[in-house]
T-cell receptor, first 116, second 113 residues
Framework: GDSVTQMEGPVTLSEEAFLTINCTYT??????LFWYVQYPGEGLQLLLK?????DKGSNKGFEATYRKETTSFHLEKGSVQVSDSAVYFC???????????????FGQGTILTVHP | GAGVSQSPSNKVTEKGKDVELRCDPI?????LYWYRQSLGQGLEFLIY????????KSGLPSDRFSAERTGGSVSTLTIQRTQQEDSAVYLC???????????FGDGTRLSIL
């Protein structure tokens, strides 16, 4: 079945450092890819998405590019802030009208801690 | 506007008891999903509702789990004869349609003693 694999965490960085969180996927068809973020004590929020190969999703300084050739969707940010400390989840869903109904398949999550 | 609302936010119960978890989706959202977030299994899909169509129950882990959605709005997830492995955060999400971005509630943290 479909699956998502994220780099093992936790990740600890100093403020203004460069961030990369790796995400690779296995899926049949043409999934859409997402990054969700869960801040401490809050629910999951959609951070960015990409729906087809070579699309770049971006939001709040974060970016991720849908790479079909490497089945990857790595999350990057050029300069992290303390307020970016959270758990980040990579996810996919099938948007092809099949029986998946858009349900999300998540990676295991990566805890990011940013120190001042 | 109001987001997805889940209640209770926390629930502690004894093994063997039944529990009901409630989800109130965003008004106008026709698709509703339940997920479970646990230490051992990560985030897992449980069940999906879309309008008046038959739900997709393919993610329910056992027949102790059931869910309904009344009037195309509020949904209730019921766990019968709870076990310790049911301890998790249960998340509800809704979307405008089946392929639209999902908006999540804050979840119900369920602890089975």
């Amino acid at each position: 079945g479909d699956s998502v694999t994220q780099m093992e965490g936790p990740v600890t960085l100093s403020e203004e450092a460069f961030l990369t969180i790796n995400c690779t996927y296995t899926a049949t068809g043409y999934p859409s890819l997402f990054w969700y973020v869960q801040y401490p004590g809050e629910g999951l929020q959609l951070l960015l998405k990409a729906t087809k190969a070579d699309d770049k999703g971006s939001n709040k300084g974060f970016e991720a590019t849908y790479r079909k050739e490497t089945t990857s969707f790595h999350l990057e940010k050029g300069s992290v802030q303390v307020s970016d400390s959270a758990v980040y989840f990579c996810a996919l869903s099938k948007q092809d009208g099949g029986t998946s109904y858009g349900k999300l398949t998540f990676g295991q999550g990566t805890i990011l801690t940013v120190h001042p | 506007g109001a987001g997805v609302s889940q209640s209770p936010s926390n629930k502690v119960t004894e093994k063997g008891k039944d529990v009901e978890l409630r989800c109130d989706p965003i008004s106008g959202h026709t698709a509703l999903y339940w997920y479970r977030q646990s230490l051992g299994q990560g985030l897992e899909f449980l069940i999906y509702f879309q309008g008046n169509s038959a739900p997709d129950k393919s993610g329910l882990p056992s027949d102790r789990f059931s869910a309904e959605r009344t009037g195309g709005s509020v949904s209730t997830l019921t766990i019968q004869r709870t076990q310790q492995e049911d301890s998790a955060v249960y998340l509800c999400a809704s979307s405008l349609g089946v392929f639209q971005p999902q908006h999540f509630g804050d979840g119900t943290r369920l602890s089975i003693l």
